[in-house]
C-alpha cells in the first residue's frame, strides 16, 4: 500500500529534470536540483511514466443528488427566469419534494450548478 501525504506534485519538467541531473549526479543531488525528495526521486526511478500520465481522473464519490430534478424542473426554470438564485430554487425544492430534499444538505451542489449553468 502506498501512503501519499498531501503537497505539491511533481511536474512532468521536474521529472526530466531529474533524470537529466540523474545521469551526472548520484540520487541526493538530482533531487535536490529538480526540487524533489529522495523518496519521492526512488518512486519515480522506478516508474517511466510521466506525472502528467500517472495521475488518474477521478470522478464523482457519491450519486449526484440533483439527478432527477435538474434537467427536468431546474433548467427550466432557469431558462424562464436566469435571474432565480440558487436560495429560491432550494426552497422550491424543500417544499416540492420533501423527501427527497429534507434540509439544504445539497445547497452547495445546487449553487455550484446553477453558477455554471
Do not use: C
Amino acid at each position: 500500500m502506498e501512503v501519499r501525504l498531501p503537497g505539491r506534485p511533481i511536474t512532468d519538467q521536474q521529472k526530466a529534470l531529474y533524470m537529466r541531473e540523474r545521469k551526472h549526479h548520484n540520487q541526493a543531488v538530482a533531487a535536490a536540483r529538480a526540487g524533489m525528495s529522495e523518496r519521492t526521486a526512488r518512486r519515480h526511478e522506478k516508474d517511466p511514466r510521466k506525472p502528467s500520465e500517472r495521475q488518474t481522473a477521478r470522478g464523482r464519490t457519491v450519486p449526484d443528488p440533483l439527478a432527477g430534478v435538474w434537467e427536468s424542473e431546474l433548467v427550466p426554470m432557469l431558462e424562464r427566469d436566469p435571474s432565480l438564485k440558487p436560495v429560491t430554487l432550494m426552497h422550491y425544492l424543500m417544499r416540492n419534494h420533501p423527501e427527497s430534499f429534507p434540509d439544504q444538505e445539497v445547497r452547495r451542489t445546487l449553487e455550484r450548478r446553477v453558477r455554471d449553468w
